[in-house]
């Protein structure tokens, strides 16, 4: 079974706000990722980490930012919330080697921007 | 560049029906290949996967067989029920790397 958290599960703010989305796993995983989940369902890669000290930009542009000081933490922040970033967020983390090993998601958090 | 092309959705069958949802994919190499479900209200979960030419993944009942020369990894069940409502997503992931790229998602809807 995952162990992979995400804080809060859902959250409303006002334009303009600081928000911080947490992610957590306690399965050691080296890489961890962050999702952007458009209503229409689509997934888009906005960030990732292969390790303490790694962060990179994933597939899609994303205003917001990440840090990864401990292996199991890797939150995201957005530092002015606007409603174009009205989404859901999922974390996901892995092991580190090889592509054929499976990505364990968190429950998501559901942003809501007004 | 990579790319995984799902079956358009919404997909509605009745209890015990046969369920295909057709999934192909581009991508340079040997990917591996895996389906995801998603329940409402939660996160995404690995189904089943394959990690090379002519594997077939399965759990629950379902199933997939990596096809390299159709370049397709097809989601079959036999019988599906209520509780398979949910969106599937085909990924594959290629390199060491690992990351995920995600089709479209297809979500099923099962009557009783």
């Known amino acids: 079974e995952a162990d992979i958290y995400q804080t809060p599960r859902y959250l409303v703010i006002g334009t303009g706000k600081k928000i911080t989305l947490e992610c957590s796993q306690t399965?050691?995983?080296?890489?961890m990722y962050w999702y952007q989940q458009d209503p229409g369902m689509e997934l888009h890669l906005i960030h990732y980490?292969?390790?303490?000290?790694?962060?990179e930009k994933g597939d899609l542009s994303s205003e917001s930012t990440v840090s990864r000081i401990r292996t199991e933490h890797f939150p995201l922040t957005l530092e002015s919330a606007r409603p174009s970033h009205t989404s859901q967020y999922l974390c996901?983390?892995?092991?580190?080697?090889?592509?054929?090993?499976?990505?364990?998601f968190g429950p998501g958090t559901r942003l809501l921007v007004l | 560049g990579d790319s995984v092309t799902q079956m358009e959705g919404p997909v509605t069958l009745s209890e015990e029906a046969f369920l295909t949802i057709n999934c192909t994919y581009t991508?340079?190499?040997?990917?591996?290949l895996f389906w995801y479900v998603q329940y409402p209200g939660e996160g995404l979960q690995l189904l089943l996967k394959a990690t090379k030419a002519d594997d077939k993944g399965s759990n629950k009942g379902f199933e997939a067989t990596y096809r390299k020369e159709t370049t397709s990894f097809h989601l079959e069940k036999g019988s599906v029920q209520v509780s398979d409502s949910a969106v599937y997503f085909c990924?594959?992931?290629?390199?060491?790397?690992?990351?995920?790229?995600f089709g479209q998602g297809t979500e099923l809807s099962v009557k009783p």
């Open positions: 990924a594959l992931s290629r390199g060491q790397g690992g990351k995920l790229i």
């Open positions: 399965m050691g995983h080296d890489k």
């Open positions: 996901a983390s892995s092991e580190y080697t090889g592509s054929g090993k499976t990505q364990y």
């Open positions: 980490s292969y390790g303490v000290n790694s962060t």
């Open positions: 991508a340079t190499g040997y990917p591996s």
